[in-house]
């Protein structure tokens, strides 16, 4: 019956927020964050996120392509004592000289910060095939955050092999939790995702063609107001506005994008 309940919980999204705990409040709250990334909170929702995902400080996390390191921010201190944290992307052995160069300034970040000075790097370069970013069976739980969209163009046997090393990388159990810019069912993608929104239902396609099952689905990082229908794509939203002055005010008022909060367990 247990057991029954759990399964039923986990469908629903019921089962990340019991899952919270003050360490991570306390991450989110460090002063050493950028303010720029903390006045972000109010879209991002990195507390009711990762609890939904049902992160644990002891857990050895991987984070695909951090980017600026936003999640990175919170991550890393989270992890630093009990757990681990692999920011998967450029390293300093690429064979590309931009990727080294990128490594080399994302490197210096994490360093400056003490919460982030234990952040471990892995090679994570989508359109070169790229993904030795961890040992097979070694991670608790795989994040991504808005970065589906920068993939899909590589084509589809990159996204198979992509979504292969995901579930290869996790032990059994392990969590794979997506966060993406969501387009409307009723609205084409193109093969290239070119406004940056992706159907959920090609999210979920991939991820259980690899192997993952769909636990749950949160609407916290929801915005009913987005209609994923701009010039400029998702980047004529907040913080990027792509258009500069152009209908500022409107985009302003939107906020930033609707976007899919997905939560998948490999069995």
Not at 73 to 87: C, F, Q, S, T
Not at 99 to 123: C, D, I, M, W, Y
Not at 200 to 223: H, T, W
Request: proline share 6%.
């Amino acid at each position: 019956m247990k057991k029954l309940f759990l399964a039923a919980a986990l469908a629903c999204g019921m089962a990340g927020p019991a899952l919270a705990d003050d360490a991570l409040k306390a991450a989110i709250a460090s002063p050493a964050r950028s303010p720029a990334n903390v006045a972000r909170d109010v879209y991002r929702h990195p507390y009711e996120t990762l609890t939904f995902f049902g992160i644990k400080p002891n857990m050895t996390v991987v984070e695909l392509s951090p980017g600026g390191g936003w999640y990175t921010e919170v991550l890393g201190p989270y992890l630093r004592d009990n757990g681990k944290l692999i920011a998967a992307g450029a390293t300093p052995g690429s064979a590309n000289e931009n990727a080294r160069k990128s490594a080399a300034r994302f490197q210096e970040k994490l360093n400056a910060n003490p919460g982030t000075a234990k952040v471990q790097l892995g090679a994570f370069e989508p359109a070169n095939n790229v993904f030795t970013y961890a040992p097979k069976g070694s991670a608790d739980m795989v994040l991504t955050f808005r970065n589906i969209h920068n993939w899909i163009g590589n084509g589809d046997d990159s996204m198979k092999a992509l979504f292969a090393s995901i579930y290869d990388t996790l032990k059994p159990g392990g969590i794979f939790g997506v966060e993406e810019h969501r387009l409307p069912a009723s609205k084409t993608q193109d093969a290239k995702a070119s406004t940056g929104y992706v159907h959920e239902a090609y999210v979920i396609k991939m991820a259980e063609r690899a192997g993952f099952k769909l636990a749950g689905k949160s609407e916290v990082n929801a915005n009913p107001k987005d209609n994923a229908d701009h010039e400029g794509g998702v980047w004529a939203l907040p913080p990027t506005y792509t258009n500069q002055d152009k209908d500022r005010a409107k985009y302003q008022a939107i906020g930033e994008s609707d976007r899919m909060t997905l939560k998948f367990v490999k069995p």
